[in-house]
């Protein structure tokens, strides 16, 4: 069964770095893209980017370019989304999804549960 | 790529049946039959229920049927239930990927 099991919640402060997980089970790590989707309190779907663990080619959303990283651990299974410098407006929940590029025409298939990450000023 | 476009929301009544638009352009929506599109009830994780604009996922019910014209694409849900209430995002892949705003799904 393939499953993508995220890190819990968070609570930090403006300014302070944040690391969250996706820890992906059920099927070879290094063959499909992962996605990091944030969405607003409120608010649709953005990609942020997109990251294969394969190779570590990473393609970000030009919105986010720059103000998170992605990376992945083949040995663990992980892909993680890094901040730097969190601001108060990178309040949000944030799913990892893997994109299925050959049997569902690029499409998320799977997705974790989600992170809540709030971020006061 | 700029957000595809939805209506905020749309709403039925059990039993009927209601489709959400979803217009992108000619360089995404209308290139490529890679649009899919996604249910999220609240307090939960998107779920895919069609790919590539008409196909469904094992397990998803064949109440829902995707279809495309042009650079516009729809979802029509058939026999409206109340736990058809939620939130539905389309996407299209055009060499990254691109959500719309999302609708809103209310069953009277």
């Known amino acids: 069964e393939v499953q993508l099991v995220q890190s819990g919640a968070e609570v930090k402060k403006a300014g302070e770095s944040l690391k969250i997980s996706c820890k992906v089970s059920?099927?070879?790590?290094?063959?499909?893209?992962i996605a990091w989707v944030r969405q607003a309190p409120g608010k649709g779907l953005e990609c942020m980017g997109i990251?294969?663990?394969?190779?570590?080619?990473?393609r970000y959303s030009p919105s986010f370019q720059g103000q998170v990283t992605m990376s992945a651990d083949k040995s663990t299974t992980t892909a993680y989304l890094h901040w730097s410098s969190l601001k108060a407006s990178d309040t949000a929940m944030y799913y990892c999804?893997?994109?299925?590029?050959?049997?569902?025409?690029?499409?998320?298939?799977?997705w974790g549960q989600g992170t809540l990450i709030t971020v006061s000023s | 790529q700029s957000a595809l476009t939805q209506p905020a929301s749309v709403s039925g009544s059990p039993g009927q049946s209601i489709t959400i638009s979803c217009t992108g352009t000619?360089?995404?929506?209308?290139?490529?039959?890679?649009v899919s599109w996604y249910q999220q009830h609240p307090g939960q994780a998107p779920k895919l229920i069609i790919y590539?604009?008409?196909k469904r996922p094992s397990g998803v019910s064949n109440r829902f049927s995707g279809s495309k014209s042009g650079d516009a694409a729809a979802l029509t849900i058939s026999g409206l239930l109340a736990d058809d209430e939620a939130d539905y995002y389309c996407?299209?892949?055009?060499?990254?990927?691109?959500f719309g705003g999302g609708t809103k799904l209310t069953v009277l």
């Open positions: 996407c299209s892949y055009a060499g990254s990927n691109v």
């Open positions: 000619s360089s995404d929506v209308g290139s490529y039959n890679l």
């Open positions: 590539e604009v008409n």
């Open positions: 059920g099927y070879t790590f290094t063959t499909y893209w």
């Open positions: 990251i294969h663990p394969g190779d570590s080619n990473i």
């Open positions: 999804a893997r994109r299925d590029d050959f049997w569902s025409g690029y499409a998320f298939d799977h």
